[in-house]
């Protein structure tokens, strides 16, 4: 193992390459077709039917179509990229306070999420209700969980726009 390796200018490199970046849009990809399931699954709940129009039940109601299982495998990779993009940028030193708060919140998010796509893409299925209870439950225990929990509220708040050297992905 080479002894002069820069771990933060390692996590630098990465976090900025152009692959990774594109290659993490994939998680907002994810993101939409979980939404988007879940508000069809809502219309149809609305409409009389009977279905769960929630995380699980979307990811539950992908796992039943044809090519469900590639498509939560495709979500849960892209999810999980996602996930260890922001967490990268979390530890980019010339990132605002905020930001890198911001972006270690999301990240626990996206990860999150990913996990639960591989939990039902390997046939796990669990109840999202009950997941994010005990995965919140379970943070709140440590000092570091409650601050990525309070980070990830603040994170969602409407707050003025600030400048920031941080580019998301897509918005490049």
């Known amino acids: 193992m080479n002894a002069s390796v820069d771990p933060a200018a390692a996590v630098r490199h990465v976090a900025k390459h152009p692959w990774f970046e594109r ?16 508000g069809i699954l809502a219309a149809f709940v609305a409409a009389g039917g009977k279905a769960e129009a929630d995380q699980g039940g979307a990811m539950g109601a992908l796992a039943e179509q044809p090519f469900g299982m590639v498509l939560l495998w495709i979500c849960a990779i892209g999810a999980l990229l996602l996930g260890l993009w922001s967490l990268a940028q979390a530890f980019l030193p010339e990132n605002e306070l905020k930001g890198r708060l911001k972006s270690a919140a999301i990240s626990v ?4 999420v990913g996990f639960t796509f591989g939990r039902f893409a390997v046939g796990i299925p669990s109840d999202s209700g009950k997941t994010a209870t005990s995965f919140s439950g379970e943070m709140m ?11 990830l509220g603040l994170g ?15 918005s490049s």
């Open 141 to 151: 225990k440590t000092g570091l969980g409650r601050g990525l929990l309070i980070a």
């Open 23 to 38: 290659a993490a849009r994939l998680g907002y990809v994810a993101n939409g077709v979980l939404h988007a399931t879940v």
């Open 156 to 170: 969602c708040w409407p707050w003025p726009a600030t400048t920031s050297t941080r580019v998301p992905p897509g």
């Open 109 to 112: 998010s996206f990860l999150a």
